[in-house]
């Protein structure tokens, strides 16, 4: 044998190898070898192709480091949809969805289905064509999606190649990739050392993740899969159901979820839905209910589609979970207007998996209509990605050396006196801009991801420019150096020149972020869209009377007031002009010509939503015309639900409002020509 058919038989068998142990590895968790002998036979593999570059093939192992930054996403259109799911919130929605299951199947008997943790992560589209994947997309609306092809060839248990044989020509796998709770764990606490911004939630973490144009960043966020169904299959047979299928792409190395079951009957679903709440928190993945659906594909065939859903799967979303826990003590934060919040601070709680130790309460109203003193027993509520509030106080626990809660009369952060308007509830610290907490709050304001969105300025570092003297204001940002940020702890030569470049990326925005940034009291992402949208020029707002500035939807007297008295003030004035003399610019402003489309109907927003946040969403929906309201009423012509949606859906069902999906909101979007 020659010395290069050796070579080349020898690459073959190290890559089936290396393929066969991340299978193990990553989809089974039974790994047959130590890390060690992994990372030798690995070592080996990247030598030879480092010395045979022309033998290096793009479903080679090594090739999952990532690549040269994207400029941008290009679109991809799925061959089939990926379909949203209709939600239960109780056992009597499931028996119903059993119910019409077997009334249009015209039979009365248990019914088998599959039944899956609902993961909550971002659901993705892997092509394969002759065992190769050639393409990863993003769910987007279902019908279009980004390609992000680059970024999923990065994840170990995403085979590049499938393993076996029998697979389809053309196979599409659909599956929700997601970031282990204890990786997020670690990502945060590098973030924390390195005073960059914290991730939210790991749901967040990955859909960011996912969507970086450099995909070297995306392999170092160690994302993951599962994968629970297929698309397309073409040239090739799949077999007969469900959890057939899900066998079979677990033999060609895709990871599905072990918790997967079959179950008899829709009152097995329910058993099994109680059995993965009680579990969930001991999973290393955040889930937000359990999917259930028909195991057979012939009767998922006959039961077919409605528009959006299909009729044959369902999911049943968790209710919001509660844990009790003690009142250690109550401290006074000092907000970006200077509104002085009263923040509990609790005995840590673990809460759907997540350990809570903070809760808002508002203001001191909240703390009066709770009757909560310091070492009161609590229940802390949380649902999602909302903050955890408590919801009541049990009396009956209250020590006897309980303390009352009292606002201070001077501003934790400055000294100044705490004054309350008489047209206002919340006190207020006296100092404006002064008060040291104001400037750290409007500096972090303006680097926020709905404003500036600045990447590695964090609060840490925010808090650290600023005591260190360093910035004042916002436009002192666009004057650091990079010998400044270095001399900073833990900031590195790289860190700094990746802030310094996220710095001037930011001075390209839109008018409407850039009147959101500068953190106008009563202004939110909302009201400076409106205004961008009225005046279409930032001299024009800044020059704008009383009167005028009334004829702004959702801009009234106390609003227009506020404005108005930030633009008179000379500082803030100072600072716009520096920022625009440091280059900030944005497109002109073009009014929407369907503006009005929705004119006269009036939406509800409830539960948590994936794709685009709920401040997004009553934006986008008031520049089409509509009134986006609190709460539900007979007036009401849309509840949107979200992850986790409660009374408000409850009530809208039971006015018969009509209910929307995410997916059914940003396919009206789309439809209107709205983007994000």
């Known amino acids: 044998m020659s010395t290069s058919s050796k070579l080349l038989q020898e690459l073959a068998s190290l890559r089936d190898q290396i393929n066969h142990h991340n299978y193990l590895y990553h989809s089974l968790d039974s790994p047959e070898i130590l890390d060690a002998e992994f990372d030798q036979m690995f070592q080996r593999l990247k030598n030879i192709e480092a010395e045979h570059p022309e033998l290096v093939s793009d479903d080679s192992p090594t090739q999952r480091v990532g690549s040269a930054p994207l400029e941008g996403f290009s679109q991809v259109t799925h061959e089939r949809p990926m379909l949203s799911l209709d939600n239960a919130f109780g056992e009597e929605d499931l028996i119903d969805f059993d119910r019409r299951i077997q009334s249009r199947l015209n039979r009365n008997g248990d019914l088998e289905y599959i039944c899956e943790p609902k993961i909550d992560g971002v659901a993705v589209s892997l092509l394969y064509e002759n065992g190769k994947l050639v393409r990863g997309a993003t769910r987007g609306d279902g019908a279009t999606g980004e390609n992000v092809t680059q970024n999923v060839r990065t994840i170990e248990s995403i085979?590049?190649?499938?393993?076996?044989?029998?697979?389809?020509?053309?196979?599409?796998?659909?599956?929700?990739?997601?970031?282990?709770?204890?990786?997020?764990?670690?990502?945060?606490?590098?973030?924390?050392?390195?005073?960059?911004?914290?991730?939210?939630?790991?749901?967040?973490?990955?859909?960011?993740?996912?969507?970086?144009?450099?995909?070297?960043?995306?392999?170092?966020?160690?994302?993951?899969?599962?994968?629970?169904?297929?698309?397309?299959?073409?040239?090739?047979?799949?077999?007969?159901?469900?959890?057939?299928?899900?066998?079979?792409?677990?033999?060609?190395?895709?990871?599905?979820?072990?918790?997967?079951?079959?179950?008899?009957?829709?009152?097995?679903?329910?058993?099994?839905?109680?059995?993965?709440?009680?579990?969930?928190g001991d999973l290393d993945y955040d889930i937000d209910g359990v999917v259930m659906k028909v195991n057979d594909m012939a009767l998922q065939q006959t039961l077919g589609m409605l528009t959006r859903t299909p009729r044959w799967a369902i999911a049943h979303k968790f209710p919001a979970e509660e844990?009790?826990?003690?009142?250690?003590?109550?401290?006074?934060?000092?907000?970006?207007?200077?509104?002085?919040?009263?923040?509990?601070?609790?005995?840590?709680?673990?809460?759907?998996?997540?350990?809570?130790?903070?809760?808002?309460?508002?203001?001191?109203?909240?703390?009066?209509?709770?009757?909560?003193?310091?070492?009161?027993?609590?229940?802390?509520?949380?649902?999602?990605?909302?903050?955890?509030?408590?919801?009541?106080v049990q009396k009956n626990l209250r020590p006897a050396d309980?303390?009352?809660?009292?606002?201070?009369?001077?501003?934790?952060?400055?000294?100044?006196?705490?004054?309350?308007?008489?047209?206002?509830?919340?006190?207020?610290?006296?100092?404006?801009?002064?008060?040291?907490?104001?400037?750290?709050?409007?500096?972090?304001?303006?680097?926020?991801r709905l404003a500036m969105d600045i990447e590695g300025l964090g609060d840490k570092l925010v808090v650290q420019l600023v005591d260190e003297k360093l910035i004042?204001?916002?436009?002192?940002?666009?004057?650091?150096?990079?010998?400044?940020?270095?001399?900073?702890?833990?900031?590195?030569?790289?860190?700094?020149?990746?802030?310094?470049?996220?710095?001037?990326?930011?001075?390209?925005?839109?008018?409407?972020?850039?009147?959101?940034?500068?953190?106008?009291?009563?202004?939110?992402?909302?009201?400076?869209?409106?205004?961008a949208m009225h005046f279409g020029d930032l001299e024009l707002i800044k020059a704008a009377d009383q009167e005028t500035l009334e004829n702004v939807p959702d801009v009234g007297p106390v609003v227009a007031t506020k404005i108005r008295a930030f633009f008179q003030s000379e500082k803030n004035c100072q600072v716009i002009d520096e920022l625009l003399q440091a280059g900030f610019k944005w497109p002109v402003i073009e009014k929407l010509a369907n503006a009005t489309s929705l004119e006269g109907q009036t939406f509800v927003l409830t539960g948590t939503l994936g794709q685009i946040t709920r401040n997004e969403a009553k934006v986008q929906l008031q520049s089409l015309g509509a009134k986006v309201a609190g709460s539900v009423s007979k007036n009401t012509s849309y509840v949107v639900a979200g992850d986790a949606s409660g009374s408000k859906l409850t009530k809208a069902q039971a006015l018969g409002v009509s209910i929307m999906s995410e997916d059914d909101l940003m396919a009206l979007f789309a439809e209107h020509g709205v983007q994000n």
């Open 159 to 280: 085979p590049l190649k499938l393993l076996g044989e029998g697979y389809p020509e053309r196979l599409e796998v659909r599956g929700e990739i997601y970031i282990a709770r204890s990786t997020f764990d670690n990502l945060n606490v590098k973030a924390e050392q390195q005073g960059e911004k914290l991730f939210a939630n790991p749901r967040n973490a990955t859909a960011g993740s996912l969507r970086q144009l450099d995909s070297r960043l995306t392999a170092k966020r160690k994302l993951t899969m599962f994968c629970y169904s297929v698309g397309l299959a073409e040239g090739g047979q799949l077999p007969d159901s469900q959890s057939e299928i899900l066998a079979q792409l677990k033999q060609w190395g895709l990871r599905t979820n072990p918790l997967v079951r079959v179950v008899p009957d829709i009152r097995a679903c329910a058993r099994y839905f109680a059995d993965m709440q009680t579990r969930r």
């Open 323 to 392: 844990g009790t826990t003690r009142l250690l003590d109550v401290e006074f934060q000092v907000g970006r207007t200077g509104a002085i919040t009263p923040v509990a601070r609790l005995a840590p709680v673990k809460v759907g998996g997540v350990t809570i130790s903070n809760a808002t309460l508002h203001n001191m109203d909240e703390v009066d209509r709770l009757s909560l003193m310091i070492g009161d027993t609590v229940v802390i509520q949380r649902a999602g990605d909302v903050i955890p509030k408590i919801t009541s």
């Open 472 to 531: 004042e204001t916002t436009s002192d940002l666009f004057r650091l150096t990079e010998s400044q940020l270095v001399a900073l702890e833990r900031m590195a030569p790289k860190s700094a020149n990746n802030l310094l470049a996220a710095l001037e990326k930011s001075k390209e925005t839109s008018l409407p972020r850039f009147i959101y940034s500068l953190g106008i009291q009563e202004v939110g992402e909302s009201t400076a869209r409106n205004l």
């Open 402 to 448: 309980a303390r009352q809660i009292v606002m201070p009369n001077a501003c934790p952060a400055c000294g100044a006196a705490i004054k309350i308007a008489e047209s206002e509830v919340i006190a207020k610290c006296s100092n404006g801009v002064f008060c040291i907490a104001q400037k750290k709050e409007s500096i972090r304001h303006f680097a926020s």
